[in-house]
């Protein structure tokens, strides 16, 4: 299984991004993925996902400035963010997981990951 993140880079606060993952040996249709990200000297936290159902999840502290959404077709997953600020500048990760009913935002649950994408948001 492979999952690949693409789409960070340097961005202007105000600005929106969006980021792709997209997986090879892993179906996001039917399975559930998160996006997660990683500050400097902070801890990996969640920021949204989709369930194994489809649906969509969005952490509280990001509601509203994110759109977390999957292209099936492409089996890729791919995460909004609207209207970036310099404390979104972190590592991104994909990750996900067959073995899982719904969704959890718990990251020790994940099994596959990706190897990050760098946002930087500068003021």
């Known amino acids: 299984v492979q999952l690949v993140e693409a789409g960070g880079g340097q961005v202007q606060t105000g600005e929106s991004l969006t980021l792709s993952c997209t997986a090879s040996?892993?179906?996001?249709?039917?399975?559930?993925m998160i996006w997660v990200r990683q500050a400097p000297g902070k801890e990996r936290e969640a920021v949204a996902g989709?369930?194994?159902?489809?649906?969509?999840h969005v952490e509280t502290f990001m509601k509203g400035g994110v759109t977390v959404a999957s292209d099936n077709a492409k089996n890729t997953a791919f995460l909004q963010i609207h209207n970036v600020k310099p404390e979104d500048t972190a590592v991104y990760y994909c990750?996900?997981?067959?073995?899982?009913?719904?969704?959890?935002?718990?990251?020790?649950?994940?099994?596959?990951w990706g190897q990050g994408t760098q946002v930087t948001v500068s003021s």
């Open positions: 990750a996900g997981e067959t073995v899982m009913n719904g969704f959890s935002r718990y990251l020790g649950a994940w099994t596959y």
């Open positions: 040996e892993f179906v996001f249709d039917g399975n559930a």
């Open positions: 989709i369930g194994s159902d489809g649906s969509p």
